[in-house]
């Protein structure tokens, strides 16, 4: 047993987190002799990390921009892991979990507990090694529906918990800008980077550009009205909130923007107060083939209604 172990001196960790400042102290406060740490941003990165050199642990939050600590646990089964969640406590679900090699620890990050993680597995790796990974993989079997169901209601405590903060936010707006900006903000901050437009209806109820988000900078106005007024239309075709693919009605758009319109999809929310009085639209874009995912659509239709609520209420106050 002791020549068998000496084979594997050091413990290898992936730390995976996409906020650089907690990865960076996870790799300091965690590296140790016999234990070394790596770190990956997101799960695509991690995954290649992975498939380069596999670890003995997986650490990783629920969320991480734009993609699931989760789905890591789908790839990677049978390798033992630490998942954090910062909307709920775990434990029942660990609970169901029982064999499965997952741990869930919520926020703040007991980091005492975390090492004990650690050194429970680096204590415990040899007699994997000697045999007993067979069975650690045959009730790791169990760990993708756990992880599913775990992601399902994640997703929507996450969700509830972040339109609940917004109502809270939207009661400081003076003004449409705040109001904008607001669930601009919002947005980005759980969905990631995106562009905006925002349009609100004038006098005749015809949309009018009124405001223009975008990281690191928004679109110039000319390339905004000449993007918005189709896709609109196209909008207002099919009431609802939808994904709009301009380089599919290509003919509707001014030639003047036609190079820009491949890889763009724009996510169309319409902004209507009951019963069916409209007062604006936001158009959230995407470049680069990027498309919107199932949660961001649903995120999207949570903010709708708050937001035209609040939108008419500072109207009518002014």
Same mark, same amino acid.
């Given at each position: 047993?002791?020549?068998?172990?000496?084979?594997?001196?050091?413990?290898?960790?992936?730390?995976?987190d996409d906020e650089e400042l907690i990865r960076k102290m996870l790799v300091d406060t965690l590296s140790s002799d016999g234990v070394v740490i790596d770190s990956a941003c997101n799960v695509e990165e991690a995954i290649s990390m992975v498939s380069r050199s596999r670890p003995d642990m997986l650490i990783t939050d629920v969320c991480l921009g734009r993609s699931n600590g989760l789905d890591l646990l789908d790839h990677f089964r049978d390798i033992p892991a630490v998942v954090i969640s910062g909307y709920m406590d775990g434990g029942e679900i660990a609970n169901i979990s029982r064999d499965a090699p997952?741990?869930?620890m919520s926020k703040p990050l007991d980091i005492n507990r975390l090492k004990n993680a650690i050194h429970d597995e680096a204590r415990y790796r040899p007699v994997q090694d000697s045999g007993v990974t067979a069975k650690i993989s045959l009730l790791a079997d169990g760990c993708g529906e756990?992880?599913?169901?775990?992601?399902?209601?994640? *997703?929507?405590?996450?969700?509830?918990?972040?339109?609940?903060?917004?109502?809270?936010?939207?009661?400081?707006?003076?003004?449409? *800008?705040e109001v904008f900006s607001c669930f601009f903000q919002t947005y980005t901050r759980h969905c990631g980077s995106v562009f905006g437009i925002v349009l609100v209806c004038d006098s005749r109820m015809n949309l009018k550009v009124g405001g223009?988000?975008?990281?690191?900078?928004?679109?110039?106005?000319?390339?905004?009205?000449?993007?918005?007024?189709?896709?609109?239309?196209?909008?207002?075709?099919?009431?609802?909130?939808?994904?709009?693919h301009p380089s599919e009605n290509a003919n509707m758009f001014s030639t003047q923007i036609a190079k820009y319109l491949p890889g763009i999809s724009v996510l169309a929310i319409p902004l209507v107060l009951p019963p069916a009085k409209l007062i604006g639209m936001i158009l959230l874009y995407k470049k680069g083939e990027q498309p919107f995912e199932r949660s961001e659509m649903e995120l999207a239709r949570n903010l709708a209604q708050p937001t035209a609520v609040t939108v008419q209420r500072i109207n009518s106050e002014n």
């Open positions: 047993m002791d020549n068998h172990s000496c084979k594997r001196k050091n413990t290898r960790i992936l730390v995976v997952v741990e869930f756990i992880a599913r169901k775990f992601r399902e209601v994640s *997703d929507q405590l996450g969700t509830s918990r972040t339109v609940i903060q917004y109502q809270q936010a939207l009661l400081e707006a003076a003004c449409d *800008d223009r988000f975008g990281v690191p900078m928004p679109d110039g106005l000319n390339f905004c009205r000449r993007l918005s007024g189709p896709v609109c239309n196209i909008a207002l075709g099919n009431p609802g909130i939808q994904i709009v």
